[in-house]
């Protein structure tokens, strides 16, 4: 009546979980396109990404006439230089709020979260770049007695 003990090596787990997880399939709709919303401060960024040469607009202009700062162009492409992708898709967004480097960011991440329900595999490359996190600081309110969040009114003994 001894009970039979089964011991498995951390080899046989590990390829045991590993076998479970199931592999990520592309979420793309009926034109071939994948859909992600990106946020950045105040702006939102609704972003699609479709295959294509690398024509990339927005708000129904191109990201040269949007987009005039060469430091916003080239924050929005780095999704497409990690991933080894540059010119290989058509992005079309429209963002609103914000200013023009808080737009830059909702694309940003608007475009990275489209690549990965495009093409799951880049989800790796793009989550060490940090473009998949949304970066969550924002403006600080306005307190009661103070002129702006922290600033005091100007103080006068006299």
């Known amino acids: 009546m001894a009970e039979q003990t089964t011991t498995k090596s951390l080899a046989d787990l590990k390829s045991a979980v590993a076998g479970a997880a199931p592999k990520a399939e592309p979420k793309r709709d009926k034109q071939g396109r994948a859909y992600a919303t990106g946020k950045r401060k105040n702006a939102v960024a609704r972003v699609w990404v479709k295959p294509g040469k690398g024509k990339i607009v927005i708000n129904e202009r191109e990201i040269e006439n949007y987009f005039t700062r060469p430091v916003l162009r080239m924050l ?33 991440h608007g475009i990275s979260k489209a690549l990965t329900y495009y093409e799951p595999d880049l989800r790796p490359a793009l989550k060490a770049g940090g473009f998949l996190t949304r970066d969550a600081r924002v403006v600080e309110r306005k307190k009661y007695g103070k002129k702006k969040a922290r600033r005091s009114f100007q103080f006068s003994k006299r």
């Open 76 to 108: 929005i492409n780095q999704p497409f230089t990690v991933t080894n992708r540059l010119n290989e898709f058509d992005v079309v967004c429209t963002v609103s709020g914000g200013g023009l480097s808080g737009q830059a960011g909702a694309v940003r």
